[in-house]
C-alpha cells in the first residue's frame, strides 16, 4: 500500500506487482514500481538467510520491470483468479530472470519513463543483455534513489 502497487500474485518465489491498474497513475507509475522494487531488495537485504548464524549472509533477491500495455482477465473454472498477459509481462519476467542477485534492471523503455517520473531514481546503463524470445535488450539497473538513506550512511554513523 505504501507505494500504490498491487500485488498480482506469487508463483513460487516470484511476486508479481502492478501499478496502474486498479487506481489511475499515468504520471508516476514506473516511478512507483521502481521505489517498490528498491523496498523490496533492501527488506530483503536486511534479513539474514540464518539469524543463528549471520556470517551466512542475508537474502539477495533480483527485481525487474518493463512498462507498457497489458491484458488482464479472470483464468480458471475451480478456482478462478485474476491475472495479466502480454509481452510487457513476458519482459518484466525476463528482466527479473536476466538480472543480478541483489540488483533491479528495467528495460530501457521503462528506464526513460522513470527518469521522466522521478529524476531522483538513480539509473546505470547496464548494456546488452540477451534476453529469450526478444534478442539483444539494452537494460538498466535502478541504483538508489537520491535522499534516501544507504545502510553504509547508517552504519558509518
Known amino acids: 500500500n505504501q507505494h500504490g502497487v498491487y500485488k498480482l500474485e506469487t508463483i513460487g ?10 487506481i489511475d497513475q499515468p504520471g508516476d507509475h514506473v516511478a512507483r ?11 530483503a537485504r536486511n534479513t539474514l538467510v540464518d539469524t ?21 482477465n479472470v483464468v480458471g473454472s475451480r478456482t478462478k483468479k485474476y491475472t495479466v498477459f502480454g ?3 513476458n519482459i518484466a519476467s525476463r528482466m527479473e530472470s536476466t538480472g543480478i542477485p541483489g540488483r533491479i534492471q528495467c528495460t530501457e523503455k521503462a528506464a526513460q519513463l522513470l527518469q521522466e517520473q ?3 531514481i538513480i539509473l546505470s546503463r547496464r548494456g546488452e543483455v540477451s534476453v529469450k524470445g526478444r ?19 547508517t552504519e558509518a554513523s
Do not use: H, W
Open 13 to 22: 518465489d516470484c511476486y508479481i506487482a502492478v501499478s496502474n491498474l486498479v
Open 33 to 43: 514500481i521502481a521505489r517498490f522494487s528498491l523496498a523490496a531488495v533492501e527488506a
Open 52 to 72: 543463528s548464524d549471520p556470517s551466512k549472509g542475508s537474502v539477495l533477491i533480483r527485481a525487474g520491470f518493463d512498462a507498457g500495455p497489458v491484458v488482464g
Open 87 to 89: 509481452n510487457t509481462v
Open 118 to 120: 522521478d529524476t531522483s
Open 135 to 153: 534478442g539483444v535488450m539494452v537494460t538498466y539497473f535502478v541504483d538508489g534513489q537520491t535522499g534516501a538513506v544507504s545502510p553504509a550512511d
